[in-house]
């Protein structure tokens, strides 16, 4: 609305100024566009950006008439046409599985497999022996077996849908017993009542938030008792007076009750996170083991694949999953059957530590990362090392960290430092800390040092 007369006549008066498209396709902030992009495109964007201001103008509100500015509009909204909108970016805030980010960057040998799958033809579905139609969960049922110890196993396209998958196949319109500690939200808006509530199965809450034992989950079994599910809580932590059944103690309620057992880990780690100086975080085997029926965790977590959600258990309970309409919908793709099947090799052959980016990360010591943040500071000629620690994240290992040394920057406006080494190319994404840039080398590629330092000196300057 007009604050006055005089205001709307200075806006609806500045229609008059909106300069031509021509004027504005000839501003040098468009010459880089119209040399890569063609002519009818970059005219459009020019067209758009004239037509936002005038619409705002008539509207009363405040627009820019200037053809510089119009140019710098229309040069901004063809910007996702020159360059992808997805690119690499450089981790350096030292969070290893960094949702955000991508989660797990994967090894070399996944690269090669996941760039040859999908530029190439394979057998993916097809049998080479007798040159007939093969099935597409042959090509990672062994090594999911061979890693996890399970009788049968399938990939689907993240866990989510592993859950989403298994409560509908087996527990629609039926009853899931949960322990209130595990109605929880994973994040992203992932609630597991929500999606239990989607599967068409209903959910029965147990016991308390911290404290829930063998007999709640058998006090509430009934003739419509479908499943027993226990989710891990891979984001949180509840410490103190807490209590919690064992996998081995949820089977024998589960016979009882004649019910599945559903174990949902999500971070699918298969190493013993204690060797790395870490708490025990449950590994698929162990869930295997204990007895449920159906495991399920992530590919994209500790696993350090690509995105996938992988279903462990025994053939009874996964078989009929191969056939289930819904197997279409949430079936991989050939990349990510590739990529998962080069990084489920690296555990098979025993290689992961060495292998395995996340790994790999987890496992680097202090003198290592030490050293490489010595390297950056000596290449800028600034700041200082400190000691730090690193988050999993992801996901895995609520609260858990790994003692790092990072480089930390005193800059007069690090929020505005941090955001110019995100405008960099390619971005170099930093940690702000009590008013200091902090850059952890942890989670920086081999190879990304170089990049990580041209970014420092552009922004931060080198000292005099
Ligand atoms: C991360 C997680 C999920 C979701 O897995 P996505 O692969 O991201 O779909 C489900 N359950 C648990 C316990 C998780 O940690």
């Given at each position: 609305?007009?604050?006055?007369?005089?205001?709307?006549?200075?806006?609806?008066?500045?229609?008059?100024?909106?300069?031509?498209?021509?004027?504005?396709?000839?501003?040098?902030?468009?010459?880089?566009?119209?040399?890569?992009?063609?002519?009818?495109?970059?005219?459009?964007?020019?067209?758009?950006?004239?037509?936002?201001?005038?619409?705002?103008?008539?509207?009363?509100?405040?627009?820019?008439?200037?053809?510089?500015?119009?140019?710098?509009?229309?040069?901004?909204?063809?910007?996702?046409?020159?360059?992808?909108?997805?690119?690499?970016?450089?981790?350096?805030?030292?969070?290893?599985?960094?949702?955000?980010?991508?989660?797990?960057?994967?090894?070399?040998?996944?690269?090669?497999?996941?760039?040859?799958?999908?530029?190439?033809?394979?057998?993916?579905?097809?049998?080479?022996?007798?040159?007939?139609?093969?099935?597409r969960?042959?090509?990672?049922?062994?090594?999911?077996?061979?890693?996890?110890?399970?009788?049968?196993?399938?990939?689907?396209?993240?866990?989510?849908?592993?859950?989403?998958?298994?409560?509908?196949?087996?527990?629609?319109?039926?009853?899931?017993?949960?322990?209130?500690?595990?109605?929880?939200?994973?994040?992203?808006?992932?609630?597991?009542?929500?999606?239990?509530?989607?599967?068409?199965?209903?959910?029965?809450?147990?016991?308390?938030?911290?404290?829930?034992?063998?007999?709640?989950?058998?006090?509430?079994?009934?003739?419509?008792?479908?499943?027993?599910?226990?989710?891990?809580?891979?984001?949180?932590?509840?410490?103190?007076?807490?209590?919690?059944?064992?996998?081995?103690?949820?089977?024998?309620?589960?016979?009882?009750?004649?019910?599945?057992?559903?174990?949902?880990?999500?971070?699918?780690?298969?190493?013993?996170?204690?060797?790395?100086?870490?708490?025990?975080?449950?590994?698929?085997?162990?869930?295997?083991?204990?007895?449920?029926?159906?495991?399920?965790?992530?590919?994209?977590?500790?696993?350090?694949?690509?995105?996938?959600?992988?279903?462990?258990?025994?053939?009874?309970?996964?078989?009929?999953?191969?056939h289930h309409p819904l197997m279409r919908a949430l079936r991989?793709?050939?990349?990510?059957?590739?990529?998962?099947?080069?990084?489920?090799?690296?555990?098979?052959?025993?290689?992961?530590?060495?292998?395995?980016?996340?790994?790999?990360?987890?496992?680097?010591?202090?003198?290592?990362?030490?050293?490489?943040?010595?390297?950056?500071?000596?290449?800028?000629?600034?700041?200082?090392?400190?000691?730090?620690?690193?988050?999993?994240?992801?996901?895995?290992?609520?609260?858990?960290?790994?003692?790092?040394?990072?480089?930390?920057?005193?800059?007069?406006?690090?929020?505005?430092?941090?955001?110019?080494?995100?405008?960099?190319?390619?971005?170099?994404?930093?940690?702000?800390?009590?008013?200091?840039?902090?850059?952890?080398?942890?989670?920086?590629?081999?190879?990304?040092?170089?990049?990580?330092?041209?970014?420092?000196?552009?922004?931060?300057?080198?000292?005099?």
């Open positions: 609305m007009p604050h006055s007369a005089h205001e709307a006549t200075e806006h609806t008066a500045k229609l008059r100024t909106l300069p031509s498209v021509d004027r504005v396709l000839a501003e040098p902030a468009l010459t880089d566009m119209l040399d890569r992009l063609s002519r009818s495109d970059v005219t459009e964007a020019v067209r758009r950006a004239i037509s936002g201001a005038r619409d705002a103008l008539i509207a009363d509100r405040a627009a820019p008439t200037d053809s510089a500015e119009l140019a710098r509009i229309a040069a901004q909204s063809l910007r996702s046409l020159v360059r992808p909108s997805l690119r690499p970016v450089i981790n350096a805030t030292g969070v290893v599985i960094h949702t955000n980010l991508g989660r797990a960057p994967v090894s070399e040998a996944t690269e090669l497999a996941m760039a040859r799958a999908a530029s190439g033809y394979s057998n993916l579905e097809y049998d080479l022996d007798s040159g007939t139609r093969g099935t969960a042959g090509h990672l049922e062994s090594l999911l077996c061979a890693v996890s110890g399970a009788q049968a196993g399938i990939a689907v396209n993240n866990n989510a849908a592993a859950l989403y998958f298994a409560l509908n196949a087996f527990c629609a319109g039926r009853e899931v017993i949960v322990s209130r500690g595990q109605a929880v939200e994973i994040g992203g808006g992932f609630r597991i009542p929500d999606v239990l509530r989607q599967s068409g199965a209903r959910l029965v809450e147990v016991g308390t938030t911290n404290r829930t034992a063998a007999q709640d989950y058998a006090d509430a079994v009934s003739e419509d008792t479908a499943a027993i599910l226990r989710v891990h809580s891979s984001n949180f932590r509840i410490v103190g007076f807490t209590e919690e059944p064992s996998l081995a103690e949820l089977r024998r309620v589960a016979d009882e009750a004649d019910a599945l057992l559903i174990d949902d880990l999500g971070s699918g780690c298969l190493l013993d996170t204690r060797h790395f100086g870490l708490s025990y975080e449950p590994r698929p085997q162990d869930s295997v083991a204990a007895g449920a029926d159906l495991v399920l965790f992530s590919g994209d977590k500790l696993l350090g694949g690509p995105q996938a959600g992988l279903i462990v258990g025994r053939s009874e309970t996964v078989d009929p999953l191969r991989l793709d050939k990349s990510a059957i590739a990529g998962l099947a080069a990084t489920l090799h690296h555990y098979v052959v025993g290689e992961a530590v060495e292998t395995v980016p996340v790994w790999r990360m987890i496992a680097a010591d202090v003198d290592e990362l030490d050293a490489r943040a010595r390297a950056w500071r000596d290449a800028l000629g600034a700041g200082e090392i400190e000691p730090a620690e690193s988050p999993i994240g992801g996901g895995s290992l609520p609260a858990e960290t790994r003692p790092t040394r990072v480089l930390g920057l005193a800059h007069p406006h690090p929020t505005e430092a941090a955001r110019l080494l995100r405008q960099h190319e390619p971005p170099v994404i930093a940690r702000v800390e009590h008013g200091r840039l902090l850059l952890d080398p942890r989670t920086v590629l081999p190879g990304e040092d170089g990049c990580v330092i041209e970014a420092l000196r552009d922004v931060i300057g080198a000292p005099p």
